[in-house]
């Protein structure tokens, strides 16, 4: 039976939040049905993950939700330019996922300054990053070999010296892969392949303790102004240079 005095809340999210997100549902103060996107979109230009949200926000009618909740950070700046249409849109006031998986931005920022190198990797980066559309550290341990006769064998040699040249750039500057644990069931197991994947790197490996929190409160409608934006219909989502990050100003009809 649905109880009519909780928000019935739609989220779109990244499945970057999947098993924490199969966690907190159980305990949700809201009546919440989650629309996943794929992964995959952090991979494309910002517009593309702007026009695959716009598309579900479009798709709300007035009636269905009482507010739609969007389970990424500005990432890429692909939720510049998103409008609500029907009903309000939430929006976490954060830069990626890696600052919400923590808790709060400031600690996000905190770790950048311990180790600028640090390569951030969570339980849900790790299950479901597209190996095979990225060069990231990654790779290796989800199934892209970084040998370059088999990458010769299966891309032909010029494509395969860019494919380690832009490895190496890529990687060179880090020295930390830092772990983000969270409470779920398959959070050793992602441990021990990030472990792995930070040996193969040479780099030092350390696992921080996630905190649901934030993700949390998104879930549970506890919106506060300081975490989250809140837009109204026929307001868009625009790029703050605040502390904010992001702000509502009015959008075209």
């Given at each position: 039976m649905v109880n009519m005095d909780r928000k019935?809340?739609?989220l779109v999210a990244c499945r970057v939040f999947e098993r924490e997100l199969e966690v907190l549902a159980h305990s949700a103060k809201t009546e919440m049905q989650i629309h996943y996107?794929?992964?995959?979109?952090?991979?494309?230009?910002?517009a593309?993950?702007?026009?695959?949200?716009?598309?579900?926000?479009?798709?709300?009618?007035?009636?269905d939700f009482d507010?739609?909740?969007?389970?990424?950070?500005?990432?890429?700046?692909?939720?510049?330019?998103?409008?609500p249409r029907a009903v309000?849109?939430?929006i976490p006031r954060a830069h990626d996922c890696l600052g919400i998986l923590l808790g709060s931005t400031k600690r996000y920022l905190a770790e950048l300054e311990?180790?600028?190198g640090t390569y951030f990797q969570s339980c849900g980066w790790i299950e479901h990053l597209p190996a095979d559309r990225t060069l990231r550290p990654l790779a290796a341990g989800a199934g892209l070999s970084l040998n370059q006769d088999e990458l010769v064998a299966r891309y032909g040699e010029e494509s395969a010296q860019f494919l380690m040249e832009e490895y190496a750039k890529f990687t060179q500057h880090y020295k930390r892969l830092a772990f983000i644990s969270s409470p779920i069931a398959s959070a050793e197991a992602r441990a021990r392949q990030a472990a792995e994947i930070a040996q193969q790197q040479n780099w030092?490996?350390?696992?921080?303790?996630?905190?649901?929190?934030?993700?949390?409160?998104?879930?549970?409608?506890?919106?506060?102004?300081?975490?989250?934006?809140?837009?109204?219909?026929?307001?868009k989502v625009a790029l703050s240079y605040g502390d904010g990050l992001i702000a509502a100003e009015p959008a075209s009809a």
């Open positions: 019935r809340l739609l996107l794929e992964i995959a979109l952090h991979q494309q230009p910002g593309q993950l702007r026009a695959a949200l716009q598309d579900v926000v479009n798709a709300v009618r007035v009636g507010a739609v909740a969007i389970g990424y950070g500005l990432c890429n700046q692909g939720l510049v330019g998103l409008q309000p849109v939430v311990r180790e600028p030092t490996f350390e696992r921080l303790p996630g905190d649901l929190g934030w993700l949390r409160r998104l879930v549970d409608g506890d919106w506060n102004e300081h975490e989250f934006l809140v837009l109204k219909p026929y307001e």
